[in-house]
């Protein structure tokens, strides 16, 4: 069934170093990939998305990589700062109209 | 408008009671979901709505649960006879098409603190 996941529930990085969090997914047929961002008490916030005709889509400071092989997705924060410590999710969706959302990861950026 | 607005922010109820969530999308947008988030958890899908039909309402947990969107704009989403698993955050979101047409990101609001004691 459709399913998302990650490979590590928290993430620790110094301020200035570059983070990367990572994303499987199982679904082969979806075809189009999100990564949002959720700040404490806030709804998640749009970072990047990716369709599958793709595998590398750059914004400003986030690199999103879709591996369609193994079905796994990352995204890359260049020079972390104190201000991208959030909880990250991956979503997918294909066929159907719902998105389908990972459980999370926590970044948290030291000074 | 700017975001996607919804109301009220924090909601604290008593067990068996009804209540309803409301959400206002972004203007124009023709496609808005409904989100379930506890604590610590992911994002569990609800609901879909396209204009004011739902081509997709298999996320909803019960009979209880229930949703409707009029004028193609503001959504309700109501809970009759709440249980304390019912606590969450609801979550809206709208987007400017739904992925049958194209796909378009979705925005959310920062969602209903639900409680129920």
């Known amino acids: 069934g459709e399913s998302v996941g990650l490979h590590l529930p928290t993430l620790s990085v110094q301020e200035g170093d570059n983070s990367i969090i990572n994303c499987a997914y199982s679904?082969?047929?979806?075809?189009?990939f999100i990564w949002y961002k959720q700040e404490s008490g806030k709804g998640p916030q749009f970072i990047i998305d990716i369709r599958s005709n793709m595998d590398k889509r750059q914004g400003q400071r986030v690199t999103v990589l879709l591996n369609k092989t193994v079905k796994h997705l990352s995204l890359q924060i260049a020079a972390t700062q104190p201000g991208d410590s959030a909880v990250y999710f991956c979503a997918e969706q294909g066929g159907s109209e719902k998105l389908v959302f990972g459980k999370g990861t926590k970044l948290t950026v030291n000074p | 408008g700017a975001g996607v607005s919804q109301s009220p922010s924090n909601k604290v109820t008593e067990k068996g009671k009804d209540v309803e969530l409301r959400c206002d999308p972004i203007s124009g947008h023709t496609a808005l979901y409904w989100y379930r988030q506890s604590l610590g958890q992911g994002l569990e899908f609800l609901i879909y709505?396209?204009?004011?039909?739902?081509?997709?309402k298999s996320g909803l947990p019960s009979d209880r649960f229930s949703a409707e969107r009029t004028g193609g704009s503001v959504s309700t989403l109501t809970i009759q006879r709440t249980q304390q698993e019912d606590s969450a955050v609801y979550l809206c979101?709208?987007?400017?098409?739904?992925?049958?047409?194209?796909?378009?990101?979705?925005?959310f609001g920062n969602g209903t603190r639900l409680t129920v004691t």
């Open positions: 679904n082969s047929a979806s075809d189009y």
């Open positions: 709505f396209q204009g004011n039909s739902a081509p997709d």
């Open positions: 979101a709208s987007s400017l098409v739904g992925s049958a047409t194209g796909v378009s990101p979705l925005h």
